[in-house]
């Protein structure tokens, strides 16, 4: 999450004080040669989306599945999972990853821009991944089979496979939220959350408007933690600028989102995006509701049952996977580099030039390399060679086209083409 703090740190320092840090516009140009960012999440990640509705990620999921009632009811007298949330939502750097650019950039009910990506295993040595992408027909295929990664949430398979004129979505705003069952942070005590001022027929409502886009995730987010999101909305914002001139786009809330906010007035620099690719990464969640006895659980969880049934699907126990590095998906990390920062452009009106260095992951051939000397993975990726020595070699003097320009082995390029945002 380094790189939206980053952003952040490039517009406070020139910012005059008592906001910014009073560097004056051009302390960027003087002072930074080139920007470096290993594994960003960019653009966010729908992993944070799950881990504040659920506490919940992949690796948790299958752990409730292996391990029921161990991390989900009282175990040893504690409530793994809800002070676990309880500790999270504190936390507010996770809401600074939820996803930003809403429907544009993540898709809507019925499109993605990874459409066509294939999840079967490949081997390293194939040429460049085959971009990953089918002809027209097979993608039309693939929507046929439910593939609708651009719903982010979706309460039952069903629900994430029918085409979105046989959904019926019920609005789950008109619901009563008043909980008339005390279910109060007496009763529940240090493992209280927002879930426990909420009416069971609120929470049945949320599970019966199916589908969650990235853009109505947020709503749902405002709705089942009110309180958690007022605070997130005073110092992170998720959406496209319209116009990048408008004065409120001055207040610091906006600055770690590249979709509204502009680079430093600085042409020399370069901008890298550095990341793994070839390893199956969360982008969007099978759900069910978890009634309990326990007057102190969590309702809703990961469906580890929902699974497509074959080798190469892309849904394994209740979880969507797509291009990226096992943590964050390609398009997070690469898009501003492949597009949005590409050129001149309104967020990068200066014009510096972009890069993407994109590196294969290969897990480690034996126990003496460790974690892996090319390794794509989102923290293991710090000790792959190919990726140190292209830092050395710009830290030294290189520019961009020194070290190649462009190493791209995902369809990272044809996705983004595909984004349609106005630059």
């Given at each position: 999450?380094?790189?939206?703090?980053?952003?952040?740190?490039?517009?406070?320092?020139?910012?005059?004080?008592?906001?910014?840090?009073?560097?004056?516009?051009?302390?960027?140009?003087?002072?930074?040669?080139?920007?470096?960012?290993?594994?960003?999440?960019?653009?966010?990640?729908?992993?944070?989306?799950?881990?504040?509705?659920?506490?919940?990620?992949?690796?948790?999921?299958?752990?409730?599945?292996?391990?029921?009632?161990?991390?989900?009811?009282?175990?040893?007298?504690?409530?793994?999972?809800?002070?676990?949330?309880?500790?999270?939502?504190?936390?507010?750097?996770?809401?600074?990853?939820?996803?930003?650019?809403?429907?544009?950039?993540?898709?809507?009910?019925?499109?993605?821009?990874?459409?066509?990506?294939?999840?079967?295993?490949?081997?390293?040595?194939?040429?460049?991944?085959?971009?990953?992408?089918?002809?027209?027909?097979?993608?039309?295929?693939?929507?046929?089979?439910?593939?609708?990664?651009?719903?982010?949430?979706?309460?039952?398979?069903?629900?994430?496979?029918?085409?979105?004129?046989?959904?019926?979505?019920?609005?789950?705003?008109?619901?009563?939220?008043?909980?008339?069952?005390?279910?109060?942070?007496?009763?529940?005590?240090?493992?209280?959350?927002?879930?426990?001022?909420?009416?069971?027929?609120?929470?049945?409502?949320?599970?019966?408007?199916?589908?969650?886009?990235?853009?109505?995730?947020?709503?749902?987010?405002?709705?089942?933690?009110?309180?958690?999101?007022?605070?997130?909305?005073?110092?992170?914002?998720?959406?496209?600028?319209?116009?990048?001139?408008?004065?409120?786009?001055?207040?610091?809330?906006?600055?770690?989102?590249?979709?509204?906010?502009?680079?430093?007035?600085?042409?020399?620099?370069?901008?890298?995006?550095?990341?793994?690719?070839?390893?199956?990464?969360?982008?969007?969640?099978?759900?069910?509701?978890?009634?309990?006895?326990?007057?102190?659980?969590?309702?809703?969880?990961?469906?580890?049952?929902?699974?497509?049934g074959q080798a190469e699907s892309c849904l394994k126990g209740g979880v969507y996977v797509?291009?990226?590095?096992?943590?964050?998906?390609?398009?997070?990390?690469?898009?501003?580099?492949?597009?949005?920062?590409?050129?001149?452009?309104?967020?990068?009106?200066?014009?510096?030039?972009?890069?993407?260095?994109?590196?294969?992951?290969?897990?480690?051939?034996?126990?003496?390399?460790?974690?892996?000397?090319?390794?794509?993975?989102?923290?293991?990726?710090?000790?792959?060679?190919?990726?140190?020595?292209?830092?050395?070699?710009?830290?030294?003097?290189?520019?961009?086209?020194?070290?190649?320009?462009?190493?791209?082995?995902?369809?990272?390029?044809?996705?983004?083409?595909?984004?349609?945002?106005?630059?």
């Amino acid at each position: 999450m380094g790189v939206l703090y980053f952003l952040h740190f490039m517009k406070w320092v020139e910012a005059p004080a008592p906001m910014g840090g009073g560097g004056g516009p051009d302390w960027c140009a003087k002072h930074l040669k080139a920007v470096m960012n290993i594994g960003g999440p960019f653009l966010g990640v729908p992993k944070a989306v799950t881990g504040l509705l659920s506490a919940e990620a992949k690796d948790v999921a299958v752990a409730r599945g292996v391990t029921p009632g161990v991390v989900d009811n009282e175990f040893f007298g504690r409530h793994t999972l809800q002070h676990l949330m309880r500790m999270t939502r504190t936390w507010d750097a996770t809401m600074s990853m939820l996803p930003k650019g809403g429907e544009t950039i993540w898709g809507d009910l019925d499109w993605a821009p990874e459409e066509g990506y294939q999840c079967r295993t490949k081997d390293k040595q194939q040429e460049v991944h085959d971009e990953r992408n089918l002809s027209t027909e097979a993608i039309s295929s693939q929507r046929e089979r439910g593939l609708h990664t651009g719903r982010i949430i979706s309460f039952g398979k069903d629900a994430a496979e029918l085409p979105s004129s046989e959904l019926v979505m019920k609005d789950y705003k008109t619901s009563s939220k008043k909980n008339d069952l005390t279910k109060s942070n007496v009763s529940c005590g240090d493992v209280w959350t927002e879930y426990h001022e909420m009416a069971w027929e609120s929470i049945e409502a949320v599970a019966d408007h199916k589908v969650y886009t990235a853009e109505t995730v947020l709503d749902l987010l405002h709705f089942v933690a009110p309180r958690l999101m007022q605070r997130g909305d005073t110092h992170f914002s998720y959406g496209i600028a319209d116009n990048l001139d408008d004065p409120k786009y001055k207040n610091f809330k906006y600055w770690s989102n590249p979709l509204e906010t502009k680079l430093p007035n600085a042409p020399d620099i370069e901008i890298y995006s550095m990341y793994g690719v070839g390893i199956p990464t969360e982008r969007s969640y099978v759900y069910k509701l978890s009634p309990s006895a326990d007057t102190c659980y969590i309702p809703f969880r990961i469906d580890t049952s929902a699974d497509g049934g074959q080798a190469e699907s892309c849904l394994k126990g209740g979880v969507y996977v797509t291009e990226g590095d096992e943590t964050v998906p390609s398009l997070s990390a690469g898009f501003m580099c492949a597009k949005g920062w590409r050129g001149k452009t309104r967020f990068n009106p200066s014009g510096m030039s972009t890069y993407i260095r994109e590196y294969l992951h290969a897990p480690p051939a034996n126990i003496l390399e460790g974690r892996g000397t090319q390794s794509g993975a989102h923290v293991d990726i710090m000790g792959n060679f190919a990726l140190i020595e292209d830092i050395i070699r710009v830290a030294a003097g290189a520019n961009g086209e020194d070290i190649g320009g462009d190493q791209v082995y995902s369809g990272i390029l044809n996705w983004s083409e595909k984004i349609k945002l106005k630059l």
